[in-house]
């Protein structure tokens, strides 16, 4: 019957289905390939109407089959990319952007310009409405390969010297890159969302030319326009931007601060820090214990030398001035339960010596302080620093020993 002939069609086809996925992932390129021509020849009789459709299906498996498999390279897949051009309007912007991304991957430049060209030009009823997005998307790498071109044509300049500007007509190729790129780009960052790359060229643009207030403006937008997701890099383009244009540290500060909310792990902890530590205000130094502290609960920075440096530094000032010990003690309390196993273990202690002195020299301090000369990373890295007759490691042993009540003090 009819419906049985439906149905036992639709068993064929997901079973199909089930093949090709079982190759994909078991990177049998070949044997997908085979069993996707299958499925191809028996959409003929597919009349269904799945919210992802064969054509979607075809396009999307084809492209990992072709991107690991084709014998031919670029022209087999751009063959296959034009022929999935045509088999669905509603997907026509995709797919040209798909294309392009695979040319770029394959230095071709010049072809991903041409297709992005073309692809801006494509109209298609009430579909150009509907992809407005995409073929903003276009436009926006479009731009890119502009600021690309600017860039080179840039360096061609400066490289020439003192005279770099005498070549005019270079001068002028390059003004116009920058222009077709500049209206691209900032097109597309005024759109909610995260256009790290984008930004990041454009004000590279801005700042090139002098436009110092409009890229700040930029930054600021990306940064803190509440429309926009939260991204942690915007701030840290932000904090650059103000750096080179030697702002004051307050600024640099504010913008630290919000990068430490979202990303307590980011690397600018440490230069966060040595601000704060710097400052003659007691909140800003109290939060730079605070951020120090934050940052070394991360295994990735477990061994980063730099900022044991600081926690260590900023703890012995506490400890010589005998103020501010309840700032250690409110860090300490949330992490005395795990930090020595963390941390301080003897395992640990052998391995940091053999590694790094100079690491496992600052870890002792701290862990001195806060666990006492009875802790085993201590013991083992100022014993080991005595017999290799170190003599900072000898000031070390006597520093915490001198200074062993106020760990004491610390652990209550």
Same mark, same amino acid.
Not at 301 to 322: D, P
């Given at each position: 019957?009819?419906?049985e002939?439906k149905?036992?069609f639709?068993?064929?086809k997901?079973?199909?289905?089930?093949?090709?996925?079982?190759?994909?992932?078991?990177?049998?390129?070949?044997?997908?390939?085979?069993?996707?021509?299958?499925?191809?020849?028996?959409?003929?009789?597919?009349?269904?109407?799945e919210?992802?459709?064969? *054509?979607?299906m075809?396009?999307?498996?084809?492209?990992?089959?072709?991107?690991?498999? *084709?014998?031919?390279?670029?022209?087999?897949?751009?063959?296959?990319?034009?022929?999935?051009?045509?088999?669905?309007?509603?997907?026509?912007?995709k797919?040209?952007?798909?294309?392009?991304?695979?040319?770029?991957?394959?230095?071709?430049?010049?072809?991903a310009?041409?297709?992005?060209?073309?692809?801006?030009?494509?109209?298609?009823?009430?579909?150009?409405?509907?992809q407005?997005?995409?073929?903003?998307?276009?436009?926006?790498?479009?731009?890119?390969?502009?600021?690309?071109?600017?860039?080179?044509q840039?360096?061609?300049?400066?490289?020439?010297?003192?005279?770099?500007?005498?070549?005019?007509?270079?001068?002028?190729?390059? =003004?116009?890159?920058?222009?077709?790129?500049?209206?691209?780009?900032?097109?597309?960052?005024?759109?909610?969302?995260?256009w790290?790359?984008f930004?990041?060229?454009?004000?590279?643009?801005?700042?090139?030319?002098?436009?110092?207030?409009?890229?700040?403006?930029?930054?600021?937008?990306?940064?803190?326009?509440?429309?926009?997701?939260?991204?942690?890099?915007? =701030?840290?383009?932000?904090?650059?931007?103000?750096?080179?244009?030697?702002?004051?540290?307050k600024?640099l500060? *504010?913008?630290?601060?919000?990068l =430490?909310?979202?990303?307590p792990?980011?690397?600018?902890?440490?230069?966060f820090?040595?601000?704060?530590?710097?400052?003659?205000?007691?909140?800003?130094?109290?939060?730079?214990?605070?951020?120090?502290?934050?940052?070394?609960?991360?295994?990735?920075?477990k061994?980063?030398?730099?900022?044991?440096?600081?926690?260590?530094?900023?703890?012995?000032?506490?400890?010589i001035?005998?103020?501010?010990?309840?700032?250690?003690?409110?860090?300490?309390n949330?992490?005395?339960?795990?930090w020595?196993?963390?941390?301080?273990?003897?395992?640990?202690?052998?391995?940091?010596?053999?590694?790094?002195?100079?690491?496992?020299?600052?870890?002792?301090?701290?862990?001195g302080?806060?666990?006492?000369?009875?802790?085993?990373?201590?013991?083992?890295?100022s014993?080991q620093?005595?017999?290799?007759?170190?003599?900072?490691?000898?000031?070390?042993?006597?520093?915490v020993?001198?200074?062993?009540?106020?760990?004491?003090?610390?652990?209550g």
């Amino acid at each position: 019957s009819s419906n049985e002939h439906k149905l036992n069609f639709k068993k064929s086809k997901e079973a199909c289905l089930s093949y090709i996925q079982d190759a994909l992932l078991q990177k049998q390129w070949k044997r997908a390939a085979e069993f996707l021509t299958c499925y191809v020849e028996s959409l003929e009789k597919d009349y269904s109407r799945e919210h992802v459709g064969p *054509s979607e299906m075809i396009w999307r498996i084809g492209t990992e089959i072709l991107w690991h498999h *084709s014998q031919n390279g670029m022209k087999e897949f751009s063959c296959f990319m034009e022929q999935m051009k045509t088999l669905g309007v509603k997907r026509y912007l995709k797919v040209c952007l798909e294309h392009v991304f695979h040319l770029l991957c394959n230095g071709q430049i010049d072809e991903a310009y041409q297709n992005l060209s073309l692809a801006e030009s494509w109209r298609f009823g009430e579909q150009t409405a509907i992809q407005d997005k995409e073929m903003k998307l276009i436009q926006a790498y479009r731009g890119l390969l502009d600021y690309y071109s600017w860039s080179k044509q840039k360096n061609i300049l400066l490289d020439h010297g003192e005279d770099g500007f005498s070549d005019l007509s270079v001068e002028q190729e390059m =003004h116009g890159y920058f222009r077709k790129a500049a209206v691209n780009l900032k097109e597309i960052i005024k759109i909610p969302g995260v256009w790290d790359l984008f930004v990041k060229c454009y004000v590279d643009l801005l700042e090139f030319y002098g436009d110092h207030n409009e890229a700040h403006q930029v930054l600021n937008e990306y940064a803190y326009n509440s429309k926009f997701p939260a991204n942690p890099n915007a =701030h840290v383009y932000l904090y650059q931007f103000l750096k080179r244009q030697g702002e004051s540290k307050k600024s640099l500060i *504010s913008a630290l601060k919000i990068l =430490h909310d979202i990303v307590p792990s980011h690397e600018l902890m440490i230069d966060f820090n040595t601000m704060l530590q710097k400052s003659k205000k007691r909140k800003k130094r109290r939060l730079g214990l605070e951020v120090i502290f934050a940052a070394l609960d991360y295994a990735g920075w477990k061994e980063n030398a730099k900022a044991w440096n600081c926690l260590a530094r900023q703890m012995k000032q506490i400890v010589i001035s005998e103020k501010y010990l309840d700032w250690i003690k409110q860090e300490w309390n949330s992490r005395k339960d795990w930090w020595p196993a963390f941390h301080f273990s003897r395992y640990l202690a052998k391995r940091n010596w053999q590694e790094n002195k100079s690491l496992s020299y600052e870890k002792a301090l701290v862990a001195g302080i806060l666990l006492g000369k009875g802790c085993k990373y201590f013991k083992y890295v100022s014993q080991q620093g005595c017999k290799a007759q170190l003599k900072r490691f000898r000031v070390l042993k006597k520093f915490v020993n001198r200074h062993n009540p106020v760990y004491l003090r610390i652990s209550g």
